[in-house]
């Protein structure tokens, strides 16, 4: 393979928005499994709603992984002058996960792993720590529920969990015709809590229930009954696990 074509495919896998990465790879002393590349900046011009960079270092983030290589991209972040506040503020890349040491794809993959894996096993796959996982699975999964929008269930069911000791509880509401959880929240499980699934729902959706598979618990009744109307509200004594 010649090195223009290295160069070439190097080029199209690690060009982001305003950087292109140097056609050199560099290794990690101390681990033969991870190697580095460099992105410069392909302008130096900045925003016009800023007034110039206070000051920039040298980051390295890690990308997704080749084969059985660990990938770092190094590149240089830059603190502003923000005109419109007059702060100094960290200049944010569209490219970077909210976690800025760890690139938006491959937060993504740590959450598509999450789905078939514990958190613990894919931080022990990827060296990662345990809370880093965490948080990049949360981040995944915020982005498929922005992407799947609000749903329209016409069967639901409502329980509540208990999320530590003492009584604490979070309620749990399921689309049933489509076998998955839709909504999870609340303080406790009183009326009021249950009533913010509906407004999260909205009153047309909400209309829309027809059936609601609920325990004997009385404040999960009258909230339902009183935002869905048109459901038929089904109790069981026995809860479903």
């Known amino acids: 393979m010649t090195t223009s074509s290295k160069s070439k495919r190097l080029l199209d896998a690690y060009t982001f928005p305003g950087f292109r990465p140097l056609s ?5 002393f101390g681990d033969p499994k991870a190697r580095v590349i460099t992105l410069v900046r392909r302008s130096k011009k900045l925003p016009v709603v800023h007034t110039g960079w206070y000051d920039r270092c040298t980051r390295r983030v890690c990308d997704l992984s080749c084969a059985d290589t660990r990938v770092y991209l190094e590149i240089e972040v830059r603190r ?29 993959y740590v959450g598509r792993r999450c789905r078939s894996a514990t958190v ?21 999964m915020a982005a498929q529920l922005a992407r799947a929008g609000t749903p329209g ?38 009326e009021a809590s249950m009533a913010r699934f509906h407004d999260w ?41």
Not at 24 to 28: A, E, L
Not at 126 to 137: G, I, N, Q, S
Not at 155 to 165: F, M, N, P, T, V
Request: with cysteine; glycine share 8%; charged share 30%.
């Open 153 to 190: 269930p016409k069967a639901i069911g409502i329980d509540e969990i208990s999320i530590r000791k003492g009584h604490t509880y979070r309620i749990v509401v399921s689309d049933l015709i489509r076998g998955r959880p839709i909504w999870f929240g609340g303080q406790d499980r009183s």
């Open 24 to 28: 050199k790879v560099r290794g990690v």
């Open 80 to 108: 502003v002058h923000c005109r419109s506040c007059g702060k100094v503020k960290r200049e944010r890349l569209d490219f970077l996960a909210d976690n800025p040491l760890y690139t938006k794809r491959f937060a993504f």
């Open 201 to 241: 729902l909205g009153p047309k959706k909400s209309a829309g229930i027809r059936l609601a598979v609920m325990d004997m618990w009385k404040p999960f009744r009258n909230a339902t009954t009183g935002k869905a109307p048109h459901n038929q509200p089904l109790g069981c004594r026995l809860l479903a696990t």
């Open 120 to 140: 613990k096993d894919v931080a022990r796959e990827l060296h990662l720590d345990w809370h880093a996982v965490k948080e990049l699975d949360k981040q995944y």
